[in-house]
């Protein structure tokens, strides 16, 4: 019997992680169709029209011809950093997903600390991103991985201190715990200042406009992706969507009662939320203009700061003491 149970254990997440990679590989897909369709249709284009029924294979189509492209690597760079580091992100964001519950009985880990182990591990996105702005031996990268490490400390701060604010709510930094205290009341409707604040620091984590400036397409050609090949900006553009349906989910589940809802199964009810923040995300970014660098960092010290930090001592004035 002991010998049986490691090996269920292992093909149950062996199954989960099978199962969740799917998932993302369909929101990815379809999310991908829906940013250019809604943004064209908000710039009175028509958007990818003619492959497939409205447009829906073009995704399809540029992702052949991406992998059908030349795959080449820069005579200076450092090989290993700049082909490792980009599998490593994509790999790295599919392992948070997998950290997070997506239902009451759907989850790949239950951690006590579930929600600080997840910005832990989110944490070293940027520094991952760094070593490959360097490693490409560009000076657009260099000046992207730059610009990494100084948004980092503009925005994790905020980021912490409203997540510190939701679990002295739910008093648990358990994720599930976290959920099931939003049962009387959405942490949205606690903590609104938290929320906004919490949005546009996800915004800079997950490197979407109008917070993109590791990329800056207008200022450094595609910033830390400047080098990467047709074949690797495939997993790059993966990589994009994969990190946006992971901070849909994580705003989801911390202000929007995470898979909460009647009549629907949790699962939909969660992935529902987290499509409605996707839309969100898309929506700012075809209405706002990039913001400049030293704007962000006034953004994130004198005001996020300040509004994280008020978020919290209104929730322990009002919730706790």
Do not use: C
């Amino acid at each position: 019997m002991l010998l049986v149970t490691p090996a269920a254990g292992a093909l149950q997440i062996l199954a989960y992680a099978i199962a969740v990679t799917v998932l993302i590989l369909v929101y990815a897909y379809t999310f991908g169709w829906i940013e250019r369709k809604l943004i064209a249709k908000m710039q009175l284009r028509h958007g990818p029209t003619t492959t497939g029924k409205y447009g829906m294979l073009q995704n399809l189509a540029d992702f052949i011809k991406l992998l059908s492209k030349e795959h080449t690597v820069p005579r200076n760079a450092d090989k290993l950093l700049l082909l490792a580091s980009l599998p490593l992100l994509l790999s790295i964001s599919i392992f948070l997903i997998l950290l997070l519950p997506l239902s009451p009985s759907l989850s790949g880990a239950n951690l006590s600390l579930g929600l600080l182990a997840v910005f832990v591990v989110l944490s070293f996105m940027p520094l991952i991103i760094f070593v490959n702005g360097f490693g490409s031996s560009n000076k657009f990268a260099e000046i992207s991985a730059q610009r990494s490490m100084i948004m980092l400390l503009s925005y994790e701060i905020p980021l912490l201190l409203v997540i510190a604010s939701a679990a002295l709510l739910a008093n648990s930094y358990n994720i599930s715990g976290i959920v099931s205290s939003q049962s009387g009341r959405w942490f949205l409707i606690s903590m609104p200042i938290g929320f906004v604040a919490f949005f546009i620091a996800m915004l800079a984590e997950l490197e979407r406009s109008p917070l993109d400036l590791r990329e800056a397409d207008s200022e450094l050609i595609a910033g830390w992706l400047t080098d990467i090949s047709a074949p690797y900006y495939s997993l790059a553009l993966f990589l994009d969507y994969t990190r946006m349906f992971f901070g849909s989910l994580v705003i989801a589940i911390l202000f929007l009662g995470g898979w909460q809802g009647p009549v629907l199964p949790p699962l939909v009810w969660l992935l529902l939320k987290a499509a409605l923040i996707s839309l969100a995300v898309i929506v700012v970014r075809a209405t706002m203009v990039r913001m400049r660098l030293d704007r962000l960092l006034r953004l994130g010290w004198l005001a996020l700061l300040p509004l994280a930090l008020l978020n919290l001592i209104i929730t322990y004035i009002l919730f706790v003491a």
